[in-house]
């Protein structure tokens, strides 16, 4: 009986230890689970959606300079010159001092103790590197390689300041800092990456590539050691949404939290949502038309109707603006011209004005002409708001002044890839480019002589803008320089290679729980959101 006694108290006690012990594993997998769903609550709270119409084709700043590329890439580079979040005034970034020694010599000072995404320290290499990349390369390997070929010479005073050396005087000097491909790069490691063939984006922005599905989707994870402050968003999710019923959809969902180009239709619905609301703002995009008057280096070939001039005259006299406001339900001002307030040489001549509407000079026109029938081919993207139904309405405008048009309504990718980039523009193109460096110098560099790849122009009147417009770019004085602009835009508006229509409104979808407001320039640059 002792030994059984012993034998039954010895299992009872590993009998409770064993029972002690599941408990002890039940308690401790329910305070992970609980842990995990809190960790996972947060990160849910923490991570920031975006629906985009299109996203990047290219994570090399200067190979690409579509408006929603330039967002992305500048929530993961910083350039030297930025603009004020609040203001839009051009201030130091990753300079922190700027002095202007002479005309063509620029002082800067680098701000110091930043690092990139990869460790590698922010120094007068990185800048030096950067830039030189671009101008000294070609325009076949970089989109903006004529935008930064006004730089002569960068010289290194030390680790951490440098003098720029441009080729003229530039009085755009701050605006071209501030442009598209300005976002600094590690320099060590890119210069490994180029020697490979291959790319990586290293930046010292806010936040660091995490994943890129081409068309599909482009993760970010937040650089915890910005130089400004660790962002309060861990995570942003880029999703190329094309579709704007389905981004709004997503939106009201709650799959996305940020989308761009809510129709007006749309917004009842939107705002009568609990968790979303809608804020319009005013863009820098101008919709316009663009006509081309003759062949270029890319499109050598090219005979098409819009060469003569009668006809784009009567195309200009065709386009009834008032109707177009009506149609897009307000969400534009009406404009003859890219340059639009308060940029330098904005004049009120041409500035929320319809312009002369006449569709029975455009009907003379076009049989003095001597039109023969053949239809002009006329290509749009839906990439805008409303974009699709305006190129719709501009076509029957053509039509009912008796030309014959052959819309070709793309999806933004199509468009980009086939007529845009390749400049195979035709007849007409419509599209809408801003203008977020606020000078007038980007605004009319397309009838510059050396970039008319999109226009053909090519007469006397085309030779009078390119002095012009080579005058104004290094003319120090802004008065005179104003002055230079509005007789530009005159030109440009009497021989017709470009027909404003208006200046764009546009309307964003948020989720409540997002705290940021769309900023002057229109970047969606989230450094400075929080999520609540």
């Not at 009497?494 to 409540?512: F, R, S, W």
């Amino acid at each position: 009986y002792l030994s059984y006694f012993v034998f039954f108290k010895f299992n009872k006690q590993k009998l409770l230890i064993q029972k002690t012990k599941v408990k002890m594993k039940k308690l401790l997998l329910s305070l992970i689970s609980i842990f995990l769903f809190c960790n996972l609550y947060a990160r849910d709270n923490e991570v920031l959606t975006v629906g985009m119409n299109e996203l990047v084709s290219s994570l090399d700043p200067p190979t690409d300079w579509a408006i929603a590329s330039t967002w992305i890439h500048m929530n993961i580079f910083d350039c030297l010159v930025w603009r004020n979040r609040k203001t839009a005034e051009f201030e130091p970034w990753l300079a922190t001092e700027l002095n202007n020694l002479s005309p063509t010599k620029w002082n800067l000072k680098l701000r110091k103790n930043v690092k990139f995404h990869n460790g590698e320290n922010f120094n007068a290499n990185a800048v030096k590197w950067t830039y030189e990349r671009i101008y000294t390369s070609s325009r076949d390997k970089f989109i903006t390689f004529k935008q930064w070929t006004f730089i002569k010479d960068i010289e290194i005073v030390n680790d951490h300041e440098v003098n720029i050396v441009t080729k003229n005087p530039e009085p755009a000097f701050l605006s071209k800092m501030a442009g598209t491909g300005c976002g600094i790069q590690a320099p060590i490691e890119g210069r490994k990456n180029q020697n490979a063939g291959k790319y990586h984006p290293i930046g010292t922005g806010p936040y660091k590539l995490d994943r890129f599905v081409k068309d599909d989707y482009l993760t970010m994870n937040v650089n915890s050691d910005y130089w400004q402050r660790t962002p309060d968003i861990e995570k942003i999710i880029w999703r190329s949404i094309p579709e704007s019923s389905t981004r709004i959809a997503n939106l009201l969902t709650g799959d996305v939290d940020v989308t761009l180009s809510v129709p007006p239709q749309d917004w009842p619905r939107v705002n009568s949502n609990k968790n979303t609301s809608i804020s319009e703002y005013l863009t820098t995009r101008v919709m316009l038309l663009v006509l081309r008057t003759g062949p270029s280096n890319k499109n050598p070939d090219w005979k098409g109707v819009t060469s003569n001039k009668k006809i784009r005259e009567a195309i200009k006299y065709a386009i009834d603006r008032k109707l177009l406001i009506d149609v897009i339900q307000n969400m534009g001002i009406p404009t003859l011209s890219r340059i639009t307030p308060p940029t330098l040489g904005w004049d009120k001549q041409f500035y929320n004005t319809f312009g002369e509407y006449n569709p029975d000079k455009a009907k003379s026109l076009i049989k003095e002409s001597g039109y023969d029938g053949t239809p002009l081919v006329m290509h749009s993207s839906t990439s805008w708001l409303m974009q699709k139904e305006v190129a719709e309405i501009v076509a029957t405008m053509l039509e009912s002044v008796g030309l014959k048009i052959d819309l070709r309504v793309m999806d933004v990718t199509t468009f980009r890839e086939q007529v845009y980039y390749p400049y195979k523009n035709q007849d007409i193109y419509m599209d809408a480019l801003g203008n977020s460096f606020f000078d007038p110098w980007i605004a009319v560099l397309s009838f510059r002589s050396d970039r008319r790849e999109r226009t053909g122009w090519n007469d006397s009147y085309a030779d009078k803008a390119d002095k012009l417009i080579r005058t104004a770019a290094v003319n120090m004085n802004p008065e005179e320089r104003a002055n230079q602009y509005v007789e530009l835009q005159k030109l440009v508006d009497a021989e017709g290679p470009m027909v404003p229509l208006y200046q764009m409104k546009d309307a964003i979808g948020v989720n409540k729980k997002l705290k940021w407001d769309m900023p002057l320039d229109g970047f969606l640059w989230f450094g400075d959101a929080t999520i609540y």
